[in-house]
């Protein structure tokens, strides 16, 4: 391992129980041969981070025992392995946090999101990004160039799952699409699907201040659900043809529904958001009728590259969503604050290095 100047111990942010996180001093990682050390300069907080805050579990993934949270993160190459040959001190990266065994079926096929093996940063038992340093695999840690921001670079996280989505749906230029959910995910999947030309965007949200971000970011129309019923409203904007491609990006069963309803014959539906129970009623006579085709949507595959290299020319669009920034030492305070989701607040971003 070479490296220069780096401390023996850092700050970590962890969640002894959900709902509570103490800051601690823990020895900085020595990166393995294969591993670069990370200097953490900005970890977004993601939807998944506040449901273990708030219910210790997702699915089948179970806190059990103190974890750090954080995956979405950016930082400077700080140390490198013996082995490693890409990379080298003072690089800066974006993460993809998902490690991956790289020998399985899924692996080889390229769909090493789906890999049973993963070693993805916060999701139970594996810590995450909440740290001043941590060790990666070399292979995931991806290049940024010098004018794209930490912060920009951490959003490529949930950028990547609106390419992900897009590839999946097979998204085309000049098509239609609606988003149901504009949370973080989903405001990234509208800057998503513009990356890929889509003519018309329609977005749901109960929150005008995020439609308004939508907006801000390329999409064409927005719903206020609270106020307007969608599926009037997007057939009217289709000529009474549906769209050709809907996401939820919520993990609402109300919304998954309306999803599926805007669809033209022969749609195309990506599940991207999460609800919180495991089965929804949906209308299989209407799926079957209009040869709807669904997608499942599980994190993302070999985007890392590409989304790099779009935020890189959309950066000032981008950053708009980032609304609350904290430094590490106040790490509950901003996942209380992403929780509880107050008016005005899109993404919540935290430095564990001081705010640069």
Known sequence: MRQHSIPETMKAAVMKEPGHIHIEQRAVPVPKADEVLIQVMAVGVCGSDVHYFEHGRIGRFVVEKPIILGHECAGIVAAVGSSVTRLKQGDRVAVEPGVTCGRCSACKEGRYNLCPDVQFLATPPVDGAFVQYMTIREDMAFPIPDHLSFEAAALNEPFSVGIHAARR?????????????????????????????????????????????????????????????????????????GVDTAWETAG????????????????????????????????????????????????????????????????????????????????????????????????????PNGMQ
Do not use: W
Request: with cysteine; hydrophobic share 45%.
């Open 169 to 241: 749906s097979k998204l085309a230029p000049g098509t239609t699409l609606a988003i149901m959910g504009m949370g973080p995910v989903g405001l990234m999947a509208v800057t998503a699907a513009k990356s890929f030309g889509v003519e018309r965007i329609i977005v749901t949200d109960l929150e005008e201040v995020r439609l308004e971000a939508a907006r801000q970011l390329g999409a064409t129309h927005t719903i206020n659900v609270l106020n307007d019923d969608a599926l009037p409203i997007i057939r009217e904007l289709t000529n009474g043809r």
């Open 252 to 351: 609402n069963p109300r919304a998954l529904q309306t999803a599926l309803y805007s669809l033209r014959r022969g749609g195309k539906l990506a599940i991207v958001g999460l609800p919180a129970q495991d089965e929804i009623a949906l209308n299989v006579p209407f799926i079957a009728d209009n040869e709807v085709d669904i997608y499942g949507i599980f994190r993302y595959a070999n985007t890392y590259s590409a989304g790099i290299e779009f935020l890189s020319s959309c950066q000032h669009d981008v950053m708009t969503l980032i609304t609350d920034r904290y430094n590490l030492e106040d790490a509950q305070q901003a996942m209380e604050r992403a929780l509880h989701n107050k008016s005005g607040s899109l993404k919540v971003m935290v430095y």
